[in-house]
């Protein structure tokens, strides 16, 4: 796998909220879980900043908090279009779990498949789905890197039209051989796209995605310092850097306050929910919160309330879910979706289709999890 504080949720349904797309409820034959079909798509990419339906709340503050971020999958339909209404629907079945935030365009959102105009629309369509939804409080964090520094920019900016409130950003990798020594390139980098982004950035530390490179401890607390660098997302598994970059960002607040921290220090995946939180972290920003978004913000109030044994054995079930999905990838997690709540369908290409004995595989290694979060 590339590889959260609880809200209320909204008066009435996502189907009456969200009126300009009638939808169907359909049911899986597993797990009693049901969804929401679309009849009609919601829209298109040449079209859909035209519209000024959430233009009202599009930019307001939405303030980063400790908890349970998602980032969320992108879903196509039989052609690989966009299924902008699956994209809505999974939206707001998140948020009415009770997560705190949602991401787009990360490794689970397919960001390298898409074109800049899909990249906007799948923001602008998740934003629209909350703001309609009774969810205009939830921010949105966009997966923003590329290898140059000017593109980076320019997807800082078009993140912010179409409504992301923080731009994910991944170091560079391409010609790392040739960046200067002691990480100044990375810095400078990193440096000049908070200057001139619109929206503030939190850094991606995900060696997988970028052949390798892990940015160490002291080159993040020294990115911390900068006013609009306001958290990281720490996937490489290293509770120890975890804790050193939590505890230097806390002694850098002038007045630090747990509940909205300058610098949010988010685990990457939630097979180290608890662990993350031992060492100071404030939540996480994991893929498998898509498929069980209420057995991780579960898990977190169990720790968090002193539950500790129960809060234990959640995390072990979280944990090996997180395994399945972790040796499937985007792939799997979506055959998980597909499985075990009716919809999902395929990666676009070049990503293969599951075969049958895949397909089997992760059902299976799911039916814990999803046994756990159908109970909460």
Same mark, same amino acid.
């Given at each position: ?43 298109? /990419?040449?079209? #859909? ?16 908090? /400790?908890?349970? &971020?998602? /980032?969320?999958?992108? #879903? #196509? ?101 040739? #960046? ?17 982004? /619109? ?56 007045? &630090? ?120």
């Amino acid at each position: 796998m590339a590889p959260h504080v609880d809200v209320p949720s909204p008066a009435g349904s996502f189907t009456s909220n969200f009126d300009r797309i009638p939808f169907r409820v359909a049911a899986s034959s597993e797990a009693g879980t049901s969804y929401l079909a679309p009849t009609e798509s919601l829209s298109s /990419p040449g079209s #859909f900043l035209e519209s000024d339906s959430v233009a009202e709340d599009i930019h307001i503050t939405r303030s980063l908090v /400790p908890g349970v &971020y998602v /980032p969320t999958m992108c #879903f #196509f339909d039989e052609t690989e279009e966009v299924d902008t209404n699956a994209i809505a629907r999974h939206a707001v079945r998140l948020a009415e779990a009770g997560v705190t935030g949602l991401a787009t365009q990360g490794s689970n959102g397919e960001a390298v498949h898409l074109t800049h105009d899909e990249r906007q629309l799948v923001t602008y369509t998740t934003r629209k789905a909350l703001n309609e939804a009774g969810f205009s409080h939830v921010p949105i964090i966009v997966g923003c890197g590329a290898q140059s520094t000017r593109e980076t920019i320019e997807y800082c900016r078009e993140a912010w039209k179409a409504g992301g409130d923080y731009a994910l950003v991944l170091p560079p990798s391409y010609y790392a051989p040739l #960046f200067a020594p002691s990480s100044k390139t990375i810095e400078e980098y990193f440096t000049s796209i908070a200057d001139a982004s /619109p929206i503030p950035l939190i850094i991606y530390n995900f060696p997988g995605a970028v052949n390798g490179m892990d940015l160490t401890s002291d080159v993040i607390i020294k990115l911390s310092r900068h006013p609009k660098i306001v958290g990281v997302k720490l996937t490489c598994g290293n509770t120890g850097k975890l804790n050193r970059v939590a505890a230097a960002t806390r002694k850098q607040s002038g007045d &630090y306050d747990a509940n909205k921290p300058e610098f949010l220090v988010l685990a990457g995946s939630a097979d180290f929910t608890i662990q993350s939180l031992i060492a100071g972290g404030h939540g996480i920003l994991a893929g498998l919160a898509n498929i069980s978004p209420k057995a991780c913000i579960k898990t977190i109030e169990l720790f968090k309330a002193g539950k500790y044994t129960e809060a234990q054995k959640m995390q072990e079930i979280v944990s090996r879910g997180d395994w399945t999905a972790i040796q499937g990838g985007v792939v799997g997690v979506k055959e998980g979706l597909q499985t075990w709540m009716g919809y999902g369908g395929y990666a676009r290409s070049p990503l293969p289709k599951p075969t049958a004995e895949q397909t089997k595989s992760w059902k299976e290694g799911f039916r814990e999890l999803v046994l756990l979060e159908k109970s909460l």
